[in-house]
């Protein structure tokens, strides 16, 4: 599966990004996606996570009301709104999705396949 990460930019304090996560060789409409956030000199973690049918997602306690996971099989994309951005969201963030994945191995393992990270720079 090839995945394509895009919206990442700057932005200031406050601000609003939505990231994407596109498939181009394999519909997504039987994978678990997450969005993994990597920052200079940080390990990465997860930042949010759904399930294939969208019926169940995660998200760190630190995006919590800020950020949305949603997904749309239809366009073959899964999407990362990020509102009140703060400047410690300021990482690369990439997509990995994992075939029938749950959300707990999702957070916890990563998936499969892996997106190339778009960076998100907030500025304060």
């Known amino acids: 599966v090839q995945l394509q990460a895009s919206g990442g930019g700057l932005v200031q304090a406050g601000g609003s990004l939505r990231l994407s996560c596109a498939a181009s060789?394999?519909?997504?409409?039987?994978?678990?996606v997450a969005w993994f956030r990597q920052a200079p000199g940080k390990e990465r973690e997860p930042v949010a996570a759904i399930v294939w049918n969208g019926v169940t997602t995660y998200y760190a306690d630190s995006v919590k009301g800020r950020f949305t996971i949603s997904r749309d099989n239809a366009k073959n994309t899964v999407y990362l709104q990020m509102n009140s951005l703060k400047p410690e969201d300021t990482a690369v963030y990439y997509c990995?999705?994992?075939?029938?994945?749950?959300?707990?191995?999702?957070?916890?393992?990563?998936?499969?396949?892996w997106g190339q990270g778009t960076q998100v720079t907030v500025s304060s």
């Open positions: 990995a999705v994992r075939r029938l994945g749950t959300i707990a191995t999702m957070r916890d393992s990563g998936g499969d396949y």
């Open positions: 060789t394999r519909t997504l409409s039987s994978y678990a």
